[in-house]
């Protein structure tokens, strides 16, 4: 008996398919309304909720609910089974997201690096997460957002991201203090504490060197 054979489409094929099922409303069934603005993003419910856990929670929830139109500019071609909000979340940055759930890859502009770590935390998207944080701490840190850096890193558990923080904040000290006294001032005793020890201790090692 001849043995099974799995075969597989290529990524290349796979993720421009993908790509191009975003873009087209004609089997939509969810909105997102994205910004302040509350922009319009059709999507489809079982790419968001097989590729992405918050998604599938949400739509979960909002499936046995009545979809709410009253006031929304909805095109009558798509049959919708929800509508979900991100009024904090910028355009640029939800195609972003997107295009990551959908194919798998995605460009992040170093500008959107942050914010996009910020949203892919949001919404469970751990790798994303942790793709931007890399990025975001070899190539946009210095001395001038130092602080900010750190404080964002540890917000999303990026012990990493703090450590590089840290080390750039204290090459210029006093850049780094002045540029980030908002975020010092904001530091609880504890944080602060264990900051000011850690760079006590890059000190004296670079010292001892």
């Excluded at 008996?1 to 398919?17: C, D, G, I, K, Y």
């Excluded at 009558?76 to 959908?102: C, G, S, W």
């Excluded at 975020?183 to 504890?190: A, V, Y």
Aim: hydrophobic share 45%.
């Amino acid at each position: 008996m001849l043995a099974h054979r799995t075969f597989t489409a290529s990524a290349e094929s796979v993720s421009p398919a993908n790509n191009a099922i975003r873009a087209d409303k004609a089997f939509a069934d969810v909105l997102l309304l994205v910004g302040p603005a509350k922009t319009p993003v059709y999507a489809h419910a079982a790419i968001l909720a097989a590729n992405c856990a918050y998604y599938k929670q949400a739509l979960s929830v909002r499936w046995k609910s009545p979809v709410p139109k009253k006031g929304l500019d909805i095109d009558p071609a798509v049959k919708l089974r929800a509508v979900l909000t991100h009024p904090d979340i910028e355009l640029q940055v939800m195609n972003i997201i997107l295009e990551f759930i959908y194919t798998g890859t995605t460009e992040v502009p170093a500008i959107l690096a942050e914010e996009t770590a910020l949203f892919a935390d949001q919404i469970l998207l751990e790798s994303l997460k942790d793709q931007c944080l890399s990025y975001f701490t070899r190539n946009c840190i210095s001395p001038v957002n130092a602080f900010d850096a750190f404080t964002l890193c540890g917000r999303l558990n990026y012990i990493k991201g703090q450590g590089t923080a840290l080390f750039l904040a204290s090459i210029d000290l006093s850049t780094a203090i002045s540029s980030g006294k908002q975020c010092l001032k904001e530091m609880s005793p504890d944080i602060m504490a264990e900051t000011l020890s850690f760079m006590n201790l890059m000190r004296n090692s670079a010292g001892s060197s």
